[in-house]
């Protein structure tokens, strides 16, 4: 059996559609939009409406972590649209699901990620595709659990959620062979991105639940750029699959 894992696809739908190539199923770990892009600051859905420039700088802010100061550069860009931001983010994340979900491989199992809007999706997926959150499934032989979405940031992205209701999806998925998450477990060298120069937030419930319950793989994302991507804890093999937009090529698991 072999299954492809993806995460962070942040508009490839271009190398999506290839991805499930010689592959039983897909996997992907969610974040299928992209808002900003910290590489090209001519892509992503603020460029868009505001110009490479404007993104640069508000990229710039960002990861100065002075997010006061990007939220007030932000509000007053949408304050010069004619119509209220909603309608130019829906049109532009509309757009980027359809193309994204045209192109995703069947089957496929997926679950959100925290710059995705989970309400759109039913409009979007097909047949064969299987959204699940906090929430198991089997595949070849091997229950498989997934939980999506992060944690609560000051970057506030669309899909952060408190952590006690985290945990409940945690703890509703219980014992299974292979954990998918968005996010990683803490574990301080997993969470580091090397280019940003910063921790990103991983989670206490996901590290506690595989030290618990042992899963064959805890596999993940969201890190783009990690100072570890992979590590031990006890048998659990912990996996972030790659940064998909970059690299274009998903992680195989085979058994």
Same mark, same amino acid.
């Given at each position: 059996?072999?299954?492809?894992?993806?995460? !962070?696809?942040?508009?490839?739908?271009?190398?999506?559609?290839?991805?499930?190539?010689?592959?039983?199923?897909?996997?992907?770990?969610? !974040?299928?939009?992209?808002?900003?892009?910290?590489?090209?600051?001519? =892509?992503?859905?603020?460029?868009?409406?505001?110009?490479?420039? =404007?993104?640069?700088?508000?990229?710039?802010?960002?990861?100065?972590?002075?997010?006061?100061?990007?939220?007030?550069?932000?509000?007053?860009?949408?304050?010069?649209? #004619?119509?209220?931001?909603? #309608?130019? $983010?829906? &049109?532009?994340?509309? &757009?980027?699901?359809?193309?994204?979900?045209?192109?995703?491989?069947? *089957?496929?199992?997926?679950?959100?990620?925290?710059? !995705?809007?989970?309400?759109?999706?039913?409009?979007? @997926?097909?047949?064969?595709?299987?959204?699940?959150?906090?929430?198991?499934?089997?595949?070849?032989?091997?229950?498989?659990?997934?939980?999506?979405?992060?944690?609560?940031?000051?970057?506030?992205?669309?899909?952060? $959620?408190? #952590?006690? #209701?985290?945990?409940?999806?945690?703890?509703?998925?219980?014992? @299974?062979? @292979?954990?998918?998450?968005?996010?990683?477990?803490? $574990?301080?060298?997993?969470?580091?991105?090397?280019?940003?120069? /910063?921790?990103?937030?991983?989670?206490?419930?996901?590290?506690?639940? $595989? &030290?618990?319950? =042992?899963?064959?793989?805890?596999?993940?994302?969201?890190?783009?750029? *990690?100072?570890?991507? &992979?590590? /031990?804890?006890? /048998?659990?093999?912990?996996?972030?699959?790659?940064?998909?937009?970059?690299?274009?090529?998903?992680?195989?698991?085979?058994?």
């Amino acid at each position: 059996m072999r299954v492809h894992v993806v995460s !962070d696809v942040h508009g490839r739908a271009d190398a999506l559609a290839r991805a499930g190539d010689g592959a039983d199923a897909l996997i992907c770990l969610g !974040d299928l939009i992209l808002f900003v892009d910290y590489d090209d600051h001519s =892509q992503g859905i603020f460029a868009e409406l505001f110009g490479a420039e =404007q993104a640069a700088e508000f990229i710039a802010l960002r990861t100065a972590k002075r997010f006061e100061e990007a939220r007030a550069m932000s509000s007053a860009l949408w304050a010069s649209l #004619e119509g209220g931001p909603r #309608e130019h $983010i829906e &049109r532009s994340v509309r &757009r980027q699901y359809g193309e994204i979900f045209a192109a995703m491989p069947t *089957p496929a199992y997926l679950t959100y990620g925290n710059v !995705d809007l989970p309400h759109y999706w039913p409009d979007y @997926v097909r047949e064969g595709h299987h959204v699940l959150d906090g929430e198991t499934v089997e595949i070849g032989g091997l229950r498989f659990g997934f939980v999506g979405g992060g944690l609560r940031t000051p970057y506030r992205t669309p899909y952060e $959620i408190d #952590e006690e #209701e985290f945990a409940r999806k945690v703890e509703a998925v219980g014992e @299974v062979d @292979v954990l998918c998450c968005h996010i990683p477990p803490a $574990i301080p060298e997993l969470l580091y991105d090397v280019v940003a120069r /910063r921790f990103e937030r991983g989670s206490e419930a996901t590290l506690e639940a $595989i &030290r618990r319950t =042992q899963p064959r793989y805890a596999l993940f994302g969201h890190v783009h750029q *990690p100072l570890v991507a &992979r590590t /031990r804890v006890g /048998r659990t093999e912990c996996l972030n699959v790659g940064h998909f937009r970059n690299r274009g090529v998903p992680f195989a698991l085979e058994w």
